[in-house]
Nanobody, 117 residues
Framework: QVQLVESGGGLVQAGGSLRLSCAASGRTFSTDSVGWFRQAPGKEREFVARITWTGLSTFYADSVKGRFTISRDSAKNTVYLQMNSLKPEDTAVYYC??????????WGQGTQVTVSS
């Protein structure tokens, strides 16, 4: 089992920044990467970004490219999502997910991000 705990969400004005953290514990060695997803009210959960534990590969949704940066600290088993130039449409619950064989298998409880206009 892998446990994931997100933190760092909150309320920010449009144009502002937030940094989310995802702390992983348990059998993290069984996972190959960690990603972020988000779900806005009335919408389906969508992919945001993903990074391999090696840090060699990163992936982003088109909607966040150039604004969000995913990074990891392997020694701390922690993945970060730096979100800049936030927009009201970025408002959602953000979830961290650990991948096995390139599929999200474990999920955190989510953290709320609200961007006011």
């Amino acid at each position: 089992q892998v446990q994931l705990v997100e933190s760092g969400g909150g309320l920010v004005q449009a144009g502002g920044s937030l940094r989310l953290s995802c702390a992983a514990s348990g059998r993290t060695f069984s996972t190959d990467s960690v990603g972020w997803f988000r779900q806005a009210p009335g919408k389906e959960r969508e992919f945001v970004a993903r990074i391999t534990w090696t840090g060699l590969s990163t992936f982003y949704a088109d909607s966040v490219k150039g604004r969000f940066t995913i990074s990891r600290d392997s020694a701390k088993n922690t993945v970060y999502l730096q979100m800049n130039s936030l927009k009201p449409e970025d408002t959602a619950v953000y979830y961290c997910a650990a991948y096995i064989y390139s599929l999200p298998r474990y999920w955190g409880q989510g953290t709320q991000v609200t961007v006011s206009s």
